[in-house]
């Protein structure tokens, strides 16, 4: 008899699906198994799905992927539909792949397969339905496990915690490559050393997971004497082991081969298509876990070496003072910015010498801005160790910056974040003996001082536009003096801002931690003020929808320390406010408040902010020059005084006036004679100071009166 006689015979027909042309032959027999007439017909694929229950058209479509990417056999059951929607007949179809290029061709059978008996377990019953969907379940929970693990250590930990359905393996183990050699990643179920025999072997070795790193195809071994007999060199290392069944499934990415997984089983494993379909979806989302796992981790060393080069380290102690820092990059990408801090020991100081402070931001949080940081940082250093003062620092650093945006504009590259970058920045330079500073500011927020008492004042300084705008910007010095035993700390605005808040709310919460500083512990302060933004209380302050990340932070604290003679310094605050700046007095009526933060008496603190703003008011409007003001808090055995004193360059000397009902000035010393405890007027050798002083009362106490004019 002809063979297609003997086939028919016994109900199995032959087909041919080509996967180029999208068509399918049919011999007579398999044409009549999927319910066409008795006769060889080649017909599109479409008019053969249309024959096929659609459930089943979808679980024979990932079958046949599989086997074209192991070049194994697809086997499934379809149900034959007719026009109307009913089930025919249950057919069995197996097909070898032949590949030819990126397309492939299926001949195979048809064989109709009996119907289940009534109580018995068909292949679509409703325990295999179950077994589909805990199939389903257990691949989205290690989709989601996997897809959640951000190193090597956390993908193989989840993968040996997977449970699936029916077959879970009790022995993993994960290859790659290093050259032409195979490496072992990692293993489970394993001891101690078992990896040995297994590492550094060659892509030539005859061992599973060699050839399925050569060739990237999955491997089965469901005995062990198969695994004898493929792979005899090395079944002996397997051998020990006592393990029943292997699979070794290929770990690809974007198409490439990067190493092999093995399951390895103590009891038998048929490796069904429905099991192997599992293990190499677990295998392609295990290889997509590593491959991020293994860029996550590049970018945390990239970054972290990156931190290393261009954080500076403080050094050793330096005598009389106590220094410490805090970098901490946005969470996105590289985890690298443009924010950064330095300090430089400066050459020709006496005694003790003198040390620059800077502080910086580069516009944005990418590579880029780090690389111009790195520059930028490498330009301030050298300028500084050139002697330059504060203001010459900044001047050159700025237009050293220009000039690189000048080129990057000429380049004319517009690639994302190709444009200009500029920068703010604040230097400090420190007399470590006297504790002055000289400061010069590029558009950064202001430094703060934390005083002895606990007090902490913004102070505001002079400054320019930021780094990089305009070569020929100017930028003022301020200068400040550091008591012993007072706190001084510059930070970049993302400690500020970080968690929804603007630069005032941002400032109140600084505040609030570095008064309830004890000042022993500089680095505990540092770690206590990077913690308000992204430690776990953060996130009850501005609402939960607030990222934490958002921006770089930096943040560097300068402590002087106080010598063996501790006597409580005043509270002291002295700024100038300039005949163009008159929107400071604000600023000076604050600082008053500030100093005055803990009296009990509020209206003696309306009372001291208001002859401040009369005393500069009267300087700026009545002279030609710039008024300084300086205000302290002395304590005076149990009781405390505030004394303010407004100087200006005016010879002129102030002289009470007596303004009609409807006058708009005239009453300032009026005022001060109500208010004040004492005041009065002394005259310096170029120009004045008037000058007022408060002493400290409980709410119920009586107003004293004033004492008047002093001589």
């Known amino acids: 008899m002809r063979t297609e006689d003997v086939l028919a015979a016994i109900a199995t027909g032959l087909w041919r699906w080509d996967n180029a042309s999208r068509t399918v032959t049919l011999d007579a027999e398999a044409a009549r198994l999927v319910g066409l007439p008795a006769m060889p017909v080649r ?57 030819e290029g990126s397309d492939y061709q299926l001949v195979g059978t048809l064989q109709e397969v009996a119907e289940p008996q009534p109580g018995t377990a068909g292949p679509h019953t409703p325990i295999t339905g179950d077994w589909r969907r805990s199939r389903e379940a257990f691949l989205l929970d290690a989709g989601r496990a996997l897809a959640e693990a951000r190193s090597t250590a956390e993908v193989l930990r989840v993968a040996a915690s997977l449970s699936m359905p029916g077959f879970s393996p009790d022995g993993l183990a994960v290859f790659g490559m290093s050259g032409d050699r195979l490496t072992v990643i990692g293993h489970h179920g394993h001891g101690d050393g078992d990896e040995g025999p297994f590492t550094s072997m060659t892509l030539d070795t005859d061992y599973p997971a060699a050839e399925v790193v050569r060739t990237g195809r999955a491997i089965y071994l469901p005995t062990p004497e198969e695994y004898g007999r493929r792979f005899p060199m090395t079944w002996p ?14 770990l690809v990415v974007a198409g490439r081969t990067m190493g092999a997984w093995m399951a390895a089983f103590k009891h038998p494993v048929a490796f069904t298509p429905d099991e192997r379909s599992v293990l190499t979806t677990v295998a392609r989302m295990l290889a997509q876990a590593l491959a991020r796992a293994g860029v996550a981790e590049s970018e945390r060393e990239l970054s972290l070496g990156l931190q290393r080069t261009m954080m500076p380290v403080l050094g050793p102690g330096i005598p009389g003072v106590q220094v410490a820092a805090r970098y901490v990059p946005t969470g996105g990408g590289l985890q690298v910015g443009g924010d950064w801090y330095d300090m430089i020991r400066l050459p020709g100081g006496p005694g003790a010498g003198r040390i620059a402070l800077v ?30 003062r504060p203001d010459a620092v900044l001047s050159r650093a700025s237009r050293f910056l220009y000039g690189i945006n000048d080129a990057v504009e000429v380049s004319d590259d517009d690639r994302p974040g190709a444009g200009p970058r500029f920068a703010t920045c604040l230097y400090l330079e420190v007399d470590l003996e006297t504790g002055q500073v000289d400061i010069a500011r590029a558009g950064h927020p202001d430094p703060a001082v934390r005083m002895t008492d606990g007090t902490v004042l913004l102070r505001p300084t002079a400054g320019g536009l930021p780094l990089g705008i305009d070569p020929d910007t100017d930028y003022p010095t301020t200068r400040l003096t550091l008591s012993p035993g007072e706190t001084l700390m510059i930070c970049t605005d993302g400690l500020l801002e970080t968690g929804g808040h ?24 540092a770690d206590r003020l990077v913690e308000a933004v992204h430690g776990p209380g953060s996130h009850h302050t501005t609402g939960p929808l607030a990222d934490r990340r958002e921006d770089d932070i930096a943040v560097l604290l300068l402590s002087r320390q106080p010598g063996t003679a501790v006597r409580e310094a005043p509270r002291r605050t002295m700024m100038t406010i300039a005949q163009a700046e008159q929107e400071r007095i604000a600023t000076a009526r604050e600082h008053v408040r500030q100093l005055l933060h803990d009296w009990s008496d509020a209206d003696q603190v309306d009372s ?21 003001l300086v205000a302290e808090v002395v304590c005076l055995g149990d009781a405390r005084r505030l004394r303010v004193e407004v100087s200006d360059a005016s010879d002129e000397l102030p002289h009470k006036r007596h303004p009609g009902e409807m006058a708009s000035s005239g009453r300032g010393l009026l005022l001060m004679e109500m208010l004040a405890d004492t005041w009065g007027v002394d005259p310096r050798g170029e120009g004045k100071a008037i000058w007022f002083e408060l002493h400290e009362r409980h709410e119920l106490h009586e107003r004293p009166a004033g004492s008047g004019p002093a001589a």
């Open 237 to 250: 290392l397997a051998q020990r082991f006592n393990r029943r069944s292997w699979a070794f499934v290929p």
């Open 502 to 525: 603007d630069l005032d709310s941002g400032w109140e919460r600084v505040r609030k931690l570095l008064e309830a500083d004890e000042g022993d512990d500089l680095e505990a302060l």
């Open 359 to 388: 502080i910086g931001d580069v516009q944005g949080h990418d590579v880029r801005a780090a690389g111009l940081m790195g520059q930028l940082r490498i330009a301030l250093r050298a300028y500084a160790s050139e002697g330059h």
């Open 43 to 99: 017909l599109s694929e479409a008019a053969v799905r249309s024959r096929f229950h659609p459930v089943d058209w979808n679980e024979i479509d990932g079958v046949v992927a599989l086997a074209v990417a192991e070049g194994t056999l697809a086997e499934a059951r379809l149900r034959i539909m007719d026009e109307h929607g009913r089930v025919i007949r249950t057919v069995r179809s197996r097909s070898k792949p032949l590949i």
């Open 608 to 628: 001291a902010v208001l002859m401040v703003s009369e005393m500069v008011t009267n300087v700026l409007v009545h002279t030609d020059g710039d008024a300084l």
